[in-house]
């Protein structure tokens, strides 16, 4: 048994869903999320801005003991690699490889699309962590960047229409290439799940990066024997920006109210 705390970090709200498929797998743990609100976006940056980022975002985490730290944004995961990841000093995963096992194991054709940030599909690291399951799959990227600001704008409703058309025009590349699995390489996009699938006409198994790598944790934390007790779940929010507004926006990631105070952090202490 271990009551320490499960860190998770974003460069803004999108982490929240991989937050919410934890409270539904593990609601006895205790979760700090950390959103770095006050340098959003990272899909637009160097890697190596990305990489300096994230390490000051786990650090921030460590600061609050946890036992395990969960990049949950694609951008980061595909920016980090594994040295830096054992730099954390923590166990850690990204969404990348959890989501990719995933799509491994789902795929009948072996031809997987991978949607998210420019960053991220521009890294090539889903291709990469899938060649090493599967050498013989095939992975097709294209980078979505208005989802994101349409997902915090709170154009989610399935029969959204600026939502559906601009999905239409991301996903035909897809659909062209005969891809039957599509991973959401970015954690905002679960929000827009069904959208997304109509555009693809239902025939494509979607893989939602932010659920793999909650049940990843839950595994880990089982087989490590790192389970929290009973009765100590919850979760607490820190921003780098003004928390107004924050509670919500984040109660379309969460499914609900934001419960707690959120905290605002000085980014020059990170």
Same mark, same amino acid.
């Given at each position: 048994?271990?009551?320490?705390?499960?860190?998770?970090?974003?460069?803004?709200?999108?982490?929240?869903?991989?937050?919410? =498929?934890?409270?539904?797998?593990? !609601?006895?743990?205790?979760?700090?999320?950390?959103?770095?609100?006050?340098?959003?976006?990272?899909?637009?940056?160097?890697?190596?801005?990305? #990489?300096?980022?994230?390490? +000051?975002?786990?650090?921030? @985490?460590?600061? /609050?003991?946890?036992?395990?730290?969960?990049?949950?944004?694609?951008?980061?995961?595909?920016?980090?690699?594994? &040295?830096?990841?054992?730099?954390?000093?923590? !166990? $850690?995963?990204?969404?990348?490889? !959890?989501?990719?096992?995933?799509?491994?194991?789902?795929?009948? *054709?072996?031809?997987?699309?991978?949607?998210?940030?420019?960053?991220?599909? #521009?890294?090539?690291?889903?291709?990469?962590?899938?060649?090493?399951?599967?050498?013989?799959?095939?992975?097709?990227?294209?980078?979505?960047?208005? $989802?994101?600001?349409?997902?915090? *704008?709170?154009?989610?409703?399935?029969?959204? =229409?600026?939502?559906?058309?601009?999905?239409?025009?991301?996903?035909?590349?897809?659909?062209?290439? #005969?891809?039957?699995? @599509?991973?959401?390489?970015?954690? /905002?996009?679960?929000?827009?799940?069904?959208?997304?699938?109509?555009?693809?006409?239902?025939?494509?198994?979607?893989?939602?990066?932010?659920? +793999?790598?909650?049940?990843?944790?839950?595994?880990?934390?089982? #087989? &490590?024997?790192?389970?929290?007790?009973?009765?100590?779940?919850?979760? &607490?929010?820190?921003?780098?920006?003004? !928390?107004?507004?924050?509670? =919500?926006?984040?109660?379309?990631? @969460?499914?609900?109210?934001?419960?707690?105070?959120?905290? +605002?952090?000085?980014?020059?202490? @990170?």
């Amino acid at each position: 048994m271990d009551n320490r705390a499960i860190g998770v970090f974003d460069s803004g709200l999108g982490g929240l869903t991989t937050v919410r =498929e934890l409270r539904k797998l593990l !609601p006895d743990e205790r979760i700090v999320y950390f959103g770095d609100t006050g340098r959003v976006p990272y899909g637009n940056r160097s890697r190596e801005t990305i #990489r300096k980022y994230a390490m +000051q975002d786990i650090r921030f @985490l460590k600061r /609050h003991e946890v036992k395990l730290v969960i990049a949950a944004c694609g951008t980061v995961s595909s920016a980090l690699t594994p &040295e830096l990841s054992a730099e954390a000093g923590v !166990p $850690f995963s990204g969404v990348v490889v !959890p989501a990719a096992q995933a799509a491994c194991a789902a795929t009948v *054709n072996g031809r997987i699309g991978v949607i998210g940030t420019t960053a991220t599909v #521009r890294s090539g690291a889903y291709g990469r962590a899938i060649r090493t399951i599967n050498p013989d799959a095939r992975t097709f990227g294209n980078a979505c960047p208005l $989802f994101v600001p349409l997902v915090e *704008n709170g154009f989610i409703e399935p029969d959204n =229409e600026i939502t559906a058309k601009v999905a239409e025009i991301y996903l035909k590349p897809m659909i062209d290439e #005969r891809v039957d699995t @599509l991973i959401l390489g970015c954690t /905002h996009y679960p929000l827009i799940y069904d959208i997304i699938d109509r555009a693809l006409g239902s025939r494509v198994t979607l893989i939602d990066a932010g659920k +793999q790598v909650a049940r990843w944790a839950q595994g880990y934390l089982a #087989r &490590e024997d790192l389970l929290a007790g009973p009765g100590g779940g919850g979760t &607490e929010f820190y921003v780098s920006d003004s !928390p107004d507004g924050f509670s =919500e926006i984040a109660g379309l990631f @969460l499914g609900g109210d934001v419960k707690g105070d959120v905290t +605002q952090i000085d980014l020059d202490t @990170l």
